[in-house]
């Protein structure tokens, strides 16, 4: 057993985004400044979208663009039921409703081809998410969206690096959001970012993350500025700060790297777990693809051993293996099942893997005998566990 523990995941800081933030912090630009732009700027190119917006989050990313495209009340959004509940949480409190669509057994994706079956007159979105870095199959949602005159929303959370036939997420006709929580492939310590081909979008998600005031304080207060201002519409505080932007500066280089380097691990244990009958693996979509390596989340066959998902975890846990649940799906929380109710067996694949799903430690600075101990761990707790 390890004598320390090996956590889920942990971010990749070295001292270049340390320094970057000791220079903000004496600069006195600290809140929205310089850096802030020029990650914008720095990631927009990569992705290569025509306008991007920096937030405090991804679900800030959501709610604005949501709140931008002007739905009305009781307007249908089409989404996952395996999604952290933020993607269906923020639907609800800008008053949509949720339409939950089952998702591919493998992928875990949504199931692009159940999606036609869910649309009604009051449709007006999709939202597909790329679970774990691997891309939702785009072009039949598009086909879709341009049938049914319908909005694309790609939750691109997992999906920063991800490419879908040779374009990266980001670069495609819709908007897509992404976050830079602590746990994604890179990131500003919290935040996220708004990508669009939209410019009247770009600008008005812009205007809605800072009060609707029509001039950012880093160019009112520079030398070269003036403090006048005028708001334009109401609006909220998401607005991403330079301290985060200095982080996210200096981790934005080294994406290609950390996907490089969770993609061997990722394949290290597709060949370690090859044979083991009580795990079924993540697979790999048939289409033209860059996965980014976000999660590695087999499914434990609980119906092989004496104990459940969450005994399984805790088994990891005391041979001080870290796990993580991504996730529990969104219909068997309490409020959604409340309120939200699906019929009796109508999203059988996301309640299988709803009750059986786990993230192992996956993260750049993992080493060989890290993941060889996961592996061993993972054979030890099933061993110790079957029925």
Known sequence: MRSEFLPFSTPTIDDAEIAEVV????????TTGPKVKRFEEQFRSYV?????VPLSSATAGLHLALLALKFQEGDEVITTPMTFASTVSI???CGLKPVLVDIEPGTLNLDVTKVRE???PRTRAIIPVHFAGQPCDMDPIFELAREFDLTVIEDAAHAAGTEYKGRRIGSLDSISIFSFHPNKNITTGEGGMVCTPDEALAEEVSLLKFHGMSREAWKRFAASGTPNYDIV????????MDIQAAIGIHQLPKLDGFIDRRTEIAHFYNAAFADVAELCLPAYAPYQQRHAWH???PLVKIEYLSIDRDGFMAKLKELNIGSGLHYKAVHQHTWYHTNLPQPEGSLPNADYASDRILSLPLFPKMTDADASDVVEAVKTVIARNRK
């Open 91 to 93: 639907c609800v409190l």
């Open 233 to 240: 519409l109401p609006g909220f505080k998401y607005n991403m």
């Open 295 to 297: 999660l590695y989340t």
């Open 48 to 52: 290569g979208a025509p306008f991007a």
């Open 23 to 30: 220079d903000s912090l004496k600069s006195g630009w600290i």
């Open 118 to 120: 869910k649309i009604t």
